[in-house]
């Protein structure tokens, strides 16, 4: 059974600042490269930073430059630091497996980041 566990979410002002951890099942960290997404209201969902099995990272250009995806094989966890936060940043943000978001099955609950003063 796929299991994946978001927290650290909350709310915080323009600039502020959260971290996001991730626990996901041992299989999915031996066998795929890892991303965090993130669906804000009324938008599809998007990938915004990976972390592959070589130990390469990847940004979307809306968040580059101030979040940084780190991975812990060892322990089965993925984190997202996010600094100067923005607005337009508000979104439930979930970790999972690099691939197509069509061909994902599985969602944990996410975790809510609100932005706002």
């Known amino acids: 059974q796929v299991q994946l566990v978001e927290s650290g979410g909350g709310l915080v002002q323009p600039g502020g600042s959260l971290r996001l951890s991730c626990a996901a099942s041992g299989s999915i960290f031996s066998s795929y490269a890892m991303g965090w997404y993130r669906q804000a209201p009324g938008k599809p969902r998007e990938l915004v930073a990976v972390f592959t099995s070589g130990g390469t990272t990847n940004y979307a250009d809306s968040v580059k430059g101030r979040f940084t995806i780190s991975r812990d094989n060892a322990k089965n966890t993925v984190n997202l630091q996010m600094n100067s936060l923005k607005p337009e940043d508000t979104a439930v943000y979930y970790c999972?497996?690099?691939?197509?978001?069509?061909?994902?099955?599985?969602w944990g609950q996410g975790t809510q980041v609100t932005v706002s003063s």
């Open positions: 999972n497996r690099r691939a197509s978001i069509a061909t994902i099955g599985y």
